[in-house]
C-alpha cells in the first residue's frame, strides 16, 4: 500500500517515470492497482481523477529518433516520434 501511495505521489509531480526493481517486486502491480484505483475514482467523481491509461515501451527497442522524433536531413520535414503520438492520443 505504501508503494502504491509513493507512486501516486510521484506522478502528480513528474511527467513520466521508471519504476525500476527486483524481478517479481510487485512493480507491474503496484502500476495496474493504482491504475485501477484512479479509474475506479473517476466512475466515482472523487478527487477529480482522470480515466488512467497504462502503456509500455522499451526504449531500447527502437532508435531515438523513432522514440523521439527527427528532421529528415534532405527534406528538413519533423516527424513525430513514439512518444509525441502517444502523448497527443492519451491526452484526449
Request: net charge negative.
Amino acid at each position: 500500500m505504501e508503494k502504491i501511495i509513493q507512486l501516486y505521489e510521484m506522478i502528480t509531480v513528474r511527467h513520466g517515470l521508471m519504476v525500476v526493481g527486483d524481478p517479481f517486486a510487485g512493480k507491474t502491480s503496484a502500476i495496474m492497482v493504482l491504475a485501477g484505483a484512479l479509474c475506479e475514482l473517476k466512475e466515482l467523481n472523487l478527487m477529480e481523477e482522470m480515466k488512467t491509461n497504462v502503456q509500455y515501451l522499451n526504449p531500447k527497442s527502437i532508435t531515438m529518433g523513432q522514440l523521439y522524433g527527427f528532421t529528415d536531413p534532405v527534406s528538413k520535414d519533423w516527424t513525430d516520434g513514439i512518444l509525441a503520438v502517444w502523448f497527443r492520443v492519451l491526452a484526449t
